[in-house]
């Protein structure tokens, strides 16, 4: 009779080298896309402090302004009365900047070394996210400036969400994918809260420190991601992951046109079960092109999905901090804390839908089902959610949930299993391309969403919020194909297990 293993040994034997490389890449990736997402936030939460009611303000004893002057305490440009079509119009300056880069982004992300790509890609939107604060050192009050900055801070932030992507489904295969890139893609989420915590020290005095200061974070991170991404297993003699059965094909043999089973349904395979194939180095295969990504079974529905998910969720990281503001009547430091609410909920959203999609190999259906959830909390949060701070507060997670759940689970798990997908004959270099056109797709729709709901406030917010469910709705429609192909998948797996239950009960 063996011996059982000494509690030393068993936990050298479960936390192997690979785990820990694996578990590192996982870390890092999550702070690289945290500061991204940490360097965008700022401006949403000094918003009200660009334009704010000065009549409730003491003017200083050395102000040159006039007595009568109502805009004194304001920043210029933004002291007109068109000040929302502006501060929309700056954030559309960075938005389909990102929309049209990300489409870019994913070709240049195949061909060139992922740790040089990423580490320039942070130091430059460091670099434009402090030039944008120091406006303020500077005392400049050109729209143009402000514009120009984030058309390049746009661009150069494409280098994020494609690299971090690729590089994780290097490292990991299929299995609970859903649940550990919901854990991991919560890094948005917690780059939300950290940029609207830090705006929030400075928004009052000297707003420009709401910018720089992340962008000297996400400087920072960009010289540790030069020093220490790992961009490969085979680099450091790990063994790579296994994405598909040692067949090629997927466990329940069916057409990889079947999206309600095909391209997600993979349980024998985990991400910690590397692949038994040999380290030494072979051809290194073709990146696929533009067209030949879009051919992806699923890669267009999730697309335009996306598109409509996103628009829902970046007017809310754009304009809720100014809706509670105005709305709630909070202080600009107030107003950017009670938003983070709606980020912790995404974390929590962006959890379940990673947990149940891999629980029922249901992607699609799970995506729906949270947007159709979504329409009727975010119509209720606008009628009800300002009456009391529990409300809010409560309110705010849930909607964070919904709405953020669907897109974190289409940007990861969804992106990197059609971009492994079994069509593709184990060709990992489809994984940024496939990447870049679902969320340069998603981009489109969230530079739509602030840039429409810049336009729409100044009739009631009664309206944008009429725009943002029915962009929702719209997101649950473009899924229905695919939500249909995975029940007709569960029914005929329900079939096949009672098949096998009553030979295995009357055997002949």
């Known amino acids: 009779m063996r011996s059982a293993l000494a509690p030393g040994v068993w936990f050298l034997r479960a936390f192997s080298r690979d785990s820990w490389f694996r578990g590192f890449i996982l870390l890092l990736t999550f702070f690289i896309y945290t500061c991204y997402h940490m360097s965008r936030k700022?401006?949403?939460?000094?918003?009200?402090?660009?334009?704010?009611?000065?009549?409730?303000?003491i003017k200083p004893i050395n102000d040159s302004h006039s007595l009568n002057d109502t805009t004194w305490c304001d920043w210029a440009p933004f002291d007109k009365n068109n000040y929302k079509e502006l501060l929309g119009a700056v954030d559309n300056a960075f938005l389909v900047a990102y929309a049209i880069g990300m489409f870019i982004s994913g070709i240049f992300g195949e061909r060139l070394p992922l740790r040089y790509y990423l580490s320039a890609g942070m130091l430059l939107s460091g670099l434009f996210t402090s030039l944008f604060g120091l406006g303020y050192f500077w005392n400049i009050h050109m729209l143009w400036y402000f514009v120009l900055i984030q058309i390049c801070n746009g661009l150069v932030q494409t280098t994020g969400w494609p690299s971090v992507v690729t590089c994780v489904g290097n490292w990991f295969g299929?299995?609970?994918?859903?649940?550990?890139?919901?854990?991991?893609?919560?890094?948005?989420?917690?780059?939300?809260?950290?940029?609207?915590?830090?705006?929030?020290?400075?928004?009052?005095?000297q707003w420009g420190l709401s910018f720089v200061v992340p962008g000297i974070i996400t400087a920072a991170m960009g010289v540790i991601t030069f020093l220490f991404l790992i961009e490969y297993p085979e680099d450091v003699d790990?063994?790579?992951?296994?994405?598909?059965?040692?067949?090629?094909?997927?466990?329940?043999?069916?057409?990889?046109?079947?999206?309600?089973?095909?391209?997600?349904?993979?349980?024998?395979?985990?991400?910690?079960?590397?692949?038994?194939?040999?380290?030494?180095?072979?051809?290194q295969p073709a990146a696929i092109s533009f067209l030949g990504a879009l051919r992806i079974p699923g890669v267009v529905e999730f697309s335009l999905c996306l598109l409509f998910a996103k628009l829902v969720s970046y007017t809310f990281l754009y304009w809720l901090p100014l809706y509670i503001f105005n709305v709630a009547h909070f202080n600009a430091k107030q107003a950017g804390d009670l938003s983070t609410l709606f980020d912790v909920g995404g974390i929590i959203g962006g959890i379940m839908a990673g947990l149940i999609s891999d629980y029922t190999n249901g992607r699609a259906t799970t995506c729906c089902i949270m947007l159709i959830l979504a329409a009727p909390m975010m119509f209720l949060y606008n009628f009800i959610g300002q009456s009391g701070i529990i409300n809010?507060?409560?309110?705010?997670?849930?909607?964070?949930?919904?709405?953020?759940?669907?897109?974190?689970?289409?940007?990861?798990?969804?992106?990197?299993d059609l971009g492994t997908h079994q069509s593709l004959k184990g060709n990992a270099k489809a994984l940024s391309t496939v990447t870049a056109i679902i969320d340069?797709?998603?981009?489109?729709?969230?530079?739509?969403?602030?840039?429409?709901?810049?336009?729409?406030?100044?009739?009631?917010?009664?309206?944008?919020?009429?725009?943002?469910?029915s962009a929702d709705i719209l997101a649950c429609l473009l899924l229905c194909r695919?939500?249909?192909k995975e029940i007709l998948a569960w029914k005929?797996?329900?079939?096949?297990?009672?098949?096998?239950?009553?030979a295995l009960t009357h055997p002949r």
């Open 42 to 57: 700022p401006i949403s939460v000094v918003k009200s402090r660009l334009h704010q009611n000065c009549s409730e303000l």
């Open 174 to 205: 299929k299995g609970k994918r859903g649940l550990i890139m919901g854990i991991w893609n919560s890094h948005t989420s917690v780059g939300n809260i950290l940029g609207s915590l830090i705006a929030g020290i400075w928004v009052n005095e």
């Open 238 to 283: 790990c063994t790579p992951p296994q994405h598909h059965t040692s067949d090629g094909l997927e466990e329940n043999q069916h057409n990889p046109e079947d999206l309600g089973s095909g391209p997600y349904t993979n349980k024998e395979s985990s991400l910690e079960t590397p692949a038994r194939c040999s380290k030494e180095p072979s051809t």
């Open 392 to 416: 809010s507060i409560v309110m705010l997670i849930i909607c964070g949930a919904l709405v953020n759940g669907p897109y974190a689970l289409i940007t990861t798990a969804v992106s990197a």
């Open 440 to 469: 340069g797709t998603g981009s489109i729709g969230a530079a739509l969403g602030p840039l429409l709901a810049g336009l729409i406030s100044p009739t009631g917010w009664n309206n944008v919020f009429y725009m943002l469910i």
């Open 482 to 484: 695919l939500v249909y």
């Open 492 to 502: 005929s797996s329900l079939g096949r297990d009672r098949g096998s239950s009553l």
